[in-house]
């Protein structure tokens, strides 16, 4: 099975980037920004992302649109501060453009400014890990 990974980070914390290295070991296939369009065709598009202002960022959604032929499906692995999952944002992007995004998800809460200090833990690194591995 074919598949890629790409995040987009915002936050001096580097959140998602954290989170997109952590399955990069894991899947041994690198995490590069959503600035790199895809070069071949995959069966699975590991995306990690987070939430800002209750949406995702432009980044994000301007991936999805460009590079929507060559995904097969969109896993999204994401994080927030309040524990709201990005899905529902991704899958109106999705829907849109007709990719198929995967109902399994992975999400956890995310440090930002004074709350959630030391999150996400390295227990939810590993869960992320054990996630992808699954459907990698
Ligand atoms: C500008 C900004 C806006 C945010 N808005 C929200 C929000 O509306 N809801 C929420 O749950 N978390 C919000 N967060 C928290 C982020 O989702 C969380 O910190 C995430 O882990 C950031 O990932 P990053 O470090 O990769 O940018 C916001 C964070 C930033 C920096």
Not at 22 to 45: F, H, Q
Request: aromatic letters at 8%; proline letters at 1%.
């Amino acid at each position: 099975m074919k598949i890629a990974i790409r995040y987009f980070t915002k936050s001096k914390k580097g959140n998602t980037e954290k989170l997109a290295t952590a399955i990069s070991k894991e899947l041994n296939t690198p995490a590069l920004t959503v600035e790199n369009a895809l070069t071949e065709k995959v069966d699975r598009l590991f995306l990690v992302n987070a939430m800002y202002a209750a949406n995702i960022d432009n980044e994000v959604k301007d991936f999805l649109i460009k590079n929507k032929e060559m995904i097969g499906e969109v896993v999204n692995l994401n994080t927030s501060a309040t524990g709201r999952s990005t899905w529902g944002n991704i899958k109106k992007v999705t829907d849109a453009q007709g990719i198929k995004l995967s109902e399994k998800e992975f999400h956890c809460a995310a440090s930002w400014i004074f709350i959630n200090k030391g999150l996400p833990s390295e227990e939810d690194f590993k869960r992320a890990c054990a996630f992808v591995r699954e459907l990698a």
